[in-house]
């Protein structure tokens, strides 16, 4: 059972004991069951009703906290690319940590798919592995990026050998960016799939960054295969 967030103190959403109201849903004309379990589980997910709560986006940025509460990259006056920012929870999360609504970070979100506009977030609607994305990006952040975070994740297949494959390949190629883009001493984190490829992907980011860490959120649901890869202290290669 996914453990509900810090903090939670959501009362719509429980009955007189205290506990959770566990909603059900029936299946309707046109829902196939598997559609059914899953608005079933989204229903009852404390993250789900939390994040609504707070005005997040998605349920997402409560992951993000998690990982900034490890390993505190999310500092004030930061500059931060979000790619694959849409619908934009973790760029919400960023804003707020580092300042950029009022203060000097700076939050630079990067998607080919359109975002409704976010305070103290500029919203890019590009393509990061385009030839001219990194010259763009770095204008738009008015400099090299001290973190390069991406929660991206391409349609699931069903099939977890290609899912496997589609997920580390989005992570190289966002590692590919944040070489391009980083200042030094600056931070990647990436999300991943567990299955054995991963490896080779920490063994590369040791070469570019002085710490290399694994790390599942609490936030994540635990039948999830999901993880993130954490790079700290870029080192640009001479």
Same mark, same amino acid.
């Given at each position: 059972m996914t453990k509900p967030p810090r903090g939670f103190k959501s009362r719509k959403a429980r009955g007189a004991t205290g506990r959770m109201k566990v909603e059900r849903v029936k299946t309707a004309r046109g829902r196939t069951n598997s559609s059914a379990r899953w608005l079933n589980r989204q229903l009852n997910d404390p993250y789900v009703q939390e994040a609504k709560r707070r005005g997040f986006r998605s349920r997402a940025a409560f992951k993000l906290l998690d990982l900034d509460q490890k390993f505190h990259f999310l500092k004030s006056g930061a500059r931060i690319i979000d790619?694959?920012?849409? @619908?934009? $929870?973790?760029?919400?999360?960023? *804003? !707020?940590?580092?300042?950029?609504?009022?203060? @000097?970070?700076?939050v630079v979100?990067? %998607?080919?798919?359109?975002?409704?506009?976010?305070?103290?977030? +500029?919203?890019?609607?590009? %393509?990061?592995? *385009? +030839? !001219? *994305?990194? %010259?763009?990006?770095?204008k738009a952040l008015g400099g090299e990026a001290d973190v390069v975070m991406s929660d991206m994740a391409s349609p699931a297949t069903g099939h977890t050998g290609t899912d496997h494959t589609r997920i580390m390949g989005l992570c190289e190629t966002a590692l590919d960016f944040a070489r391009e883009v980083l200042a030094?001493?600056?931070?990647?984190? *990436?999300?991943?799939?567990? $299955?054995g490829t991963e490896t080779e992907l920490l063994n590369d980011l040791k070469r570019d960054f002085k710490t290399v860490r694994h790390f599942k959120p609490p936030s994540s649901r635990q039948d999830s295969a999901e993880m993130y890869v954490v790079g700290l202290s870029y080192r640009p290669r001479k």
């Open positions: 790619l694959g920012a849409a @619908p934009g $929870g973790w760029s919400q999360v960023a *804003a !707020e940590q580092v300042n950029s609504l009022k203060g @000097p970070g700076k979100a990067v %998607d080919i798919l359109e975002m409704e506009p976010l305070p103290g977030v +500029d919203i890019l609607l590009q %393509d990061f592995m *385009a +030839d !001219e *994305a990194p %010259d763009i990006i770095k030094p001493g600056g931070v990647f984190l *990436a999300k991943v799939l567990q $299955g």
